[in-house]
């Protein structure tokens, strides 16, 4: 465990559907992000949260929606998602002004 | 725009060796580059953070280089063993003091014994 914890691993859903991911960090960090990772791609950016205030969304089409309840749970609700939105999505956080991200173990996500 | 380019193809080498990845940037300016590790089905893994003002730094059997005029960091390995075959991510901030980082493709390092 890394200290931050992404639930479900392995999620299949329908593109009708509406799911959530989630992400849990008590490691005391204070911004929180939410990645796409597709196969011979990097990681695409899509949201920052600083101090549970969303401050970047990366031209995400809006089928995905982030929620930032307070500095440690981080979600992503999904809904009418598309085939090509299989991917991994890594949550990341970090204490601002220290080093390094510290990721999940991702969410591997397939839309059928 | 701003682009990040790492070696696309597979480093493969023999375990005793010394491994070196290459992370090439255009168009930042990055206030610090980093390393991390990242192993099938699983998260990437901070390695190392070397900042613009820094020529290089070390870690155990790592060791990273920042040249902000070539615009290249090379991530070395030495001694490496299988249990270092994974893929490495270099990683810049945007340069705007907004702790964001934009991520490299990856190199994926095949360590043989």
């Known amino acids: 465990e890394t200290g931050v914890t992404q639930t479900p691993r392995h999620l299949v859903m329908g593109m009708t559907n509406k799911k959530s991911l989630k992400c849990e960090q008590h490691l005391g960090h204070n911004a929180m992000y939410w990645y796409k990772q597709s196969a011979k791609k990097p990681l695409e950016l899509m949201f920052v949260?600083?101090?549970?205030?969303?401050?970047e969304n990366n031209s995400v089409p809006s089928r995905f929606s982030p929620e930032c309840p307070n500095s440690s749970h981080l979600f992503l609700h999904l809904h009418t998602l598309q085939p090509e939105d299989s991917a991994l999505y890594l949550c990341?956080?970090?204490?601002?002004?220290?080093?390094?991200?510290?990721f999940g173990s991702g969410t591997r996500l397939t839309v059928v | 725009s701003q682009k990040i380019e790492q070696n696309s193809e597979a480093l493969n080498i023999q375990e005793g060796k010394t491994a070196t990845l290459t992370c090439n940037y255009t168009n930042y300016s990055p206030a610090y580059l980093q390393w991390y590790r990242q192993d099938p089905g699983r998260g990437p893994v901070f390695l190392l953070l070397i900042r613009e003002n820094e020529k290089e730094k070390r870690k155990e059997r790592l060791k990273v280089t920042f040249d902000t005029t070539l615009k290249q960091s090379l991530f070395h390995i030495t001694a490496s063993q299988p249990a270092d075959s994974a893929t490495y991510l270099c990683?810049?901030?945007?340069?705007?003091?907004?702790?964001?980082?934009?991520f490299g493709t990856g190199t994926r390092l095949q360590v043989f014994p």
């Open positions: 990683a810049l901030d945007m340069g705007d003091n907004t702790d964001k980082l934009i």
């Open positions: 990341a956080s970090t204490l601002r002004g220290a080093d390094g991200y510290t």
């Open positions: 949260y600083n101090f549970k205030e969303q401050t």
